[in-house]
């Protein structure tokens, strides 16, 4: 079955860097667009960041812009999200999803159980 | 950017009862690329509905969508206890991908 699993959060003091990582398996990742979701605490769902299964394109959210970046290895069934700059208002849980095709135009059909980013001096 | 926006905050029912979701979109999306997913207290969200009316695999039959263009609805026909939960929309057509506030259910 599909598996999700994010790594790589803790406490950073703001304008400090992280890279998260999302190792998936259970199916074929190379094939699949991955997206990055976060969720601060007590609030709503962000959409971050998307990826194609080849890498050939990347979408950001205007929040995070300049300061993250979405990568994967097809090699190492791994997704990543470098973030740089870091600011309190980005301390969030962040979720990997798995999209339902190769391309930006598909739902988040298989979601990670998140890893908790926490910005604070 | 695309901004959703759902109602109500939040509605109290009881088990049995049907409950019905808004969500308005601030422009048209795409191909009625849009989607709905629940998320309960300490877990990750579940994938329900996209294209705005095709459930996902596994999903009850008692979940439906429907709408088109700026205004779209999630249905339950008939709560059960597990139901409760909050409630996502989100539209994948155009980048940012972005989600609405989300609309809370709890037991009245």
């Known amino acids: 079955q599909v598996q999700l699993m994010e790594s790589g959060g803790g406490v950073v003091q703001p304008g400090g860097s992280l890279r998260l990582s999302c190792a998936a398996s259970?199916?074929?990742?190379?094939?699949?667009?991955m997206h990055w979701v976060r969720q601060a605490p007590g609030k709503g769902l962000e959409w971050v960041a998307f990826?194609?299964?080849?890498?050939?394109?990347?979408n950001y959210a205007d929040s995070v812009k300049g300061r993250f970046t979405i990568s994967r290895d097809n090699s190492k069934n791994t997704l990543y999200l470098q973030m740089n700059s870091l600011r309190g208002e980005d301390t969030a849980v962040y979720y990997c999803a798995k999209a339902d095709g190769s391309y930006e135009t598909n739902p988040l059909v298989y979601w990670g159980q998140g890893t908790l980013v926490t910005v604070s001096s | 950017e695309i901004v959703l926006t759902q109602s109500p905050g939040t509605l109290s029912l009881s088990p049995g009862e049907r409950a019905t979701f808004s969500c308005r979109a601030s422009q048209s999306v795409s191909s009625s690329y849009l989607a709905w997913y629940q998320q309960k207290p300490g877990q990750a969200p579940r994938f329900l509905i996209y294209g705005a009316s095709s459930r996902a695999t596994g999903i009850p039959d008692r979940f439906s969508g429907s709408g088109s263009g700026t205004d779209f609805t999630l249905t339950i026909s008939r709560l059960e206890p597990e139901d409760f939960a909050v409630y996502y929309c989100q539209q994948y057509g155009s980048s940012p991908f972005t989600f609405g506030p989300g609309t809370k259910v709890d037991i009245k």
């Open positions: 990826i194609r299964y080849d890498g050939s394109n990347k």
């Open positions: 259970g199916f074929t990742f190379s094939y699949y667009g």
